[in-house]
């Protein structure tokens, strides 16, 4: 299995913060990568596909980067919403794997 | 806009067989269903998919426990955990695929836990 490691495990930030989280994957999965938030108790949202695409109602303040084994999620402006866990997941090779999420706390 | 809700018994007796449902609105048809789960204080674990035709990919980790089956009729998928320990116990999560890997949209959860 791909294993996937993302860093920070918890990042502190305040409003308005830039923030930038990482994902390094095991082995190459070219752009193979998406991103999500998830709050407790909620479904995960995605956010971001393919790298660095985009998905359809999430606002441009989140981009993403990467290919290869390393990735990046930016938030260019952090939000009251964006206070979540972020989990990377790679689907270059089943089965589909998870880093162990990222929590941006106040 | 797909919605997903899981459905079905919070509690199971330990080596017994763990069956979740999952109720789509909107098309059950052109998608990949997704199974997830995440054991408390650990990260997301993919479980297997299903697709309306019957195809599947399975976790090899969980291979031998696991059967999904999809009813198009009915518009909802379910999964199928056999010989289920405490190991086991996590919130499962569905979601669908449209078939490229990652997950568009997913349910909120349901918690089963594995206890006597």
């Known amino acids: 299995d791909i294993q996937m490691t993302q860093s920070p495990s918890t990042l502190s930030a305040s409003v308005g913060d830039r923030v930038t989280i990482t994902c390094r994957a095991s082995q190459s999965i070219s752009v193979w990568l998406a991103w999500y938030q998830h709050n407790p108790g909620r479904a995960p949202k995605l956010l971001i596909y393919k790298a660095s695409s985009l998905e359809i109602g999430v606002p441009p303040r989140f981009s993403g980067s990467g290919a290869g084994t390393e990735f990046t999620l930016t938030i260019s402006s952090l939000q009251p919403d964006d206070f979540a866990t972020y989990y990377c997941?790679?689907?270059?090779?089943?089965?589909?794997?998870f880093g162990q999420g990222t929590k941006v706390e106040i | 806009q797909v919605q997903l809700q899981e459905s079905g018994p919070g509690l199971v007796n330990p080596s017994e067989t763990l069956s979740l449902t999952c109720i789509v609105s909107?098309?059950?048809?052109?998608?990949?269903w997704t199974w997830f789960r995440q054991s408390p204080g650990k990260g997301l674990e993919y479980i297997g998919y299903i697709h309306h035709t019957g195809t599947t990919d399975y976790n090899p980790s969980l291979k031998s426990r696991i059967t999904m089956s999809v009813d198009t009729s009915k518009n909802q998928f379910s999964l199928k955990l056999t010989s289920v320990t405490a190991a086991d116990t996590a919130v499962y999560y569905c979601?669908?695929?449209?078939?490229?890997?990652?997950?568009?949209?997913w349910g909120q959860g349901i918690l089963v836990t594995v206890s006597s």
């Open positions: 979601a669908s695929d449209r078939g490229s890997g990652y997950s568009d949209y």
């Open positions: 909107g098309s059950i048809v052109h998608y990949y």
């Open positions: 997941q790679q689907y270059n090779s089943s089965p589909w794997t």
